[in-house]
């Protein structure tokens, strides 16, 4: 039984399918139909609703896309729409401040803009700045353009009177009362498929473990940034779901011998202070994954469990010599994240195992690094190359030398010829002129709708001669742009 607060009281969904998305069952089953559908895959923004999740004595508000959440995400948590907002005769300050500076575009877009500006509105985490384009760049308009929205945003200041109608100790304690809640088993007869559909909501790893035991097949769900779109563009039948979301030993981040321990479950928004502080690039990094819907709800996990070659993190996790720990029913094992990638669509997940955690080490006084990703779009954009690279230099030489791609080959991997053409030579033009000759045997790229072979290839080369040239300046500044 799925459970969340929704407007100042307890709903409860007894028997629901759960592959249904947020947003299907808000237009379709609820008719509130404030909140539309553009495109059904994360990338509009138009699906915008604001979630709330209980942390301590506080409810912290994001943004997410109610296209890609699926029904049972909602356990646990405050949902708001639009339509929780106001009315045209009693508006909250977003919508009025909007409506004032003539940014209220068009009906179809402006529910998304609104809600992405009244969940900046809500947090007030004052070590995380909010730059209103970062914020707006996942609600794309189609029409006239961002002046007067991005206008409402500078103008936007919190008022703490009006505030309280959200995150008040009544939501708290409803929150509360449904916090780390059995859901019990969902179980979904769809008549189309013939065979009940079932999903899990565990609450503890031992639960997750045995519920990998018992259904070998079942698809673990986090974020659903990626299962999400599997249903709403792949059309697939998912029959056994584990959501993994309401498990806290999943969500930890910890300090570990200067390095940094990060669970599965943990989502790009919460990780980002951190990995920025581990290092400048890995933060500038994760503001370029997806849009702040996308990072409020894709985890580090699911970046990495889904063995994408294009995925953003697991090129710096591998350069920096990150290990992971997997685990099932028969206990923990620990392995170097780059052999965790077998081959395209291929990886070293045993029947019942799930990724508990990854362990990232300190970085070590001699170690030059730089990660960057190349898009065609800045924003939310899949990256066409994204490389890192971990240079150990001793008296002007190479030690060491991890040079690492996505976009390159099936899976995100090393530059073996490249890294030896480095190691032991001087860290200078010339040695950086044959790795990157030497990197032409370690790659053969695919063209496809996001880069050509032959660029991919160059652009390889060129972020290698780019790490080079920024180690021979000082002062280099990176503006991390905060979620
Ligand atoms: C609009 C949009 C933009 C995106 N932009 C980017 C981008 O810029 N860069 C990028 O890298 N990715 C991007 N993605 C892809 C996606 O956001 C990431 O891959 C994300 O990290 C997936 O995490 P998730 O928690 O949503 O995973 P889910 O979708 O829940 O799961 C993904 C896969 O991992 C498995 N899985 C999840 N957790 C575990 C676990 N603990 N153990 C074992 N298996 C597990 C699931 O079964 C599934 O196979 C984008 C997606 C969207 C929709
Ligand atoms: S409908 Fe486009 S992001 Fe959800
Ligand atoms: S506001 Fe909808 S297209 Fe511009």
Redesign the pocket.
Same mark, same amino acid.
């Given at each position: 039984m799925i459970k969340f607060v929704m407007n100042g009281e307890i709903r409860t969904l007894k028997a629901c399918d759960p592959t249904r998305t947020v947003l299907e069952w808000l237009r379709e089953d609820q008719r509130l139909t404030g909140t539309k559908e553009g495109c059904a895959?994360?990338?509009c923004g138009a699906c915008t609703v604001v979630l709330g999740e209980l942390i301590g004595e506080c409810v912290r508000y994001r943004a997410i896309?109610a296209c890609?959440v699926f029904l049972p995400m909602l356990h646990g948590r405050e949902l708001i729409t639009v339509e929780s907002l106001g009315t045209s005769k009693d508006m909250h300050p977003v919508q009025k401040t909007l409506a004032d500076l003539n940014g209220s575009q068009c009906g179809f877009c402006t529910p998304g803009f609104v809600m992405s500006l009244f969940a900046r509105y809500q947090d007030t985490d004052p070590e995380l700045p909010k730059p209103v384009n970062t914020v707006l760049a996942?609600n794309l308009c189609r029409c006239t353009g961002y002046g007067p929205i991005q206008e409402t945003g500078n103008t936007l200041q919190p008022d703490v009177s009006v505030q309280s109608r959200f995150g008040g100790s009544q939501t708290v304690s409803l929150l509360q009362s449904i916090h780390n809640s059995d859901a019990g088993e969902i179980i979904y007869h769809d008549t189309n498929f013939g065979t009940p559909r079932t999903a899990f909501i565990p609450t503890r790893e031992e639960q997750l473990a045995d519920l990998l035991d018992e259904y070998p097949g079942a *698809?673990?769900?986090? @974020?659903? *940034?990626?299962?999400? /779109?599997w249903v709403t563009k792949h059309l697939r039948n998912l029959q056994t779901l584990i959501f993994?979301g309401n498990i806290p030993s /999943?969500k930890g981040i910890a300090q570990v011998n200067g390095g940094l321990t990060i669970g599965?479950?943990v989502?790009?928004s919460d990780a980002l202070k951190q990995l920025a502080s581990l290092h400048p690039d890995i933060g500038a990094l994760i503001t370029?994954?997806? #849009?702040v819907q996308?990072r409020n709800? @894709? *985890?580090?996990?699911?970046?990495i469990?889904?063995g #994408?070659p294009?995925?953003?993190?697991p090129p710096f996790l591998i350069a920096l010599n990150s290990q992971l720990t997997l685990a099932s029913q028969a206990g923990e094992r620990v392995i170097d994240i780059e052999d965790f990638f077998i081959e395209y669509g291929k990886q070293d997940?045993r029947p019942g195992?799930?990724?508990?955690s990854v362990h990232i080490p300190a970085l070590a006084e001699n170690l030059f690094f730089r990660t960057y990703?190349i898009?065609k779009r800045f924003d939310?954009?899949?990256?066409a190359v994204c490389g890192a690279f971990s240079i150990y230099l001793d008296d002007g030489l190479v030690k060491d030398a991890r040079v690492v791609f996505g976009g390159m080959a099936g899976t995100p991997m090393r530059a073996k010829a490249c890294e030896a053409a480095l190691i032991g030579k001087a860290w200078e033009s010339e040695t950086i002129t044959s790795a990157c000759h030497a990197m032409t045997h370690d790659f053969k790229p695919m063209s496809d709708m996001r880069a050509s072979a032959d660029y991919r290839m160059k652009v390889a080369q060129n972020l290698l001669r780019k790490a080079f040239a920024e180690s021979q300046t000082s002062g280099r500044t990176r503006i991390l742009e905060a979620q």
């Open positions: 895959e994360g990338d896309n890609i996942g *698809t673990i769900v986090a @974020g659903a *940034t990626d299962v999400g /779109l993994n /999943l599965a479950g989502k790009y370029r994954i997806g #849009s996308v709800s @894709g *985890t580090i996990g699911g970046n469990a889904n #994408s294009i995925g953003d993190t997940l195992e799930y990724v508990k990703k898009s939310q954009d899949i990256s």
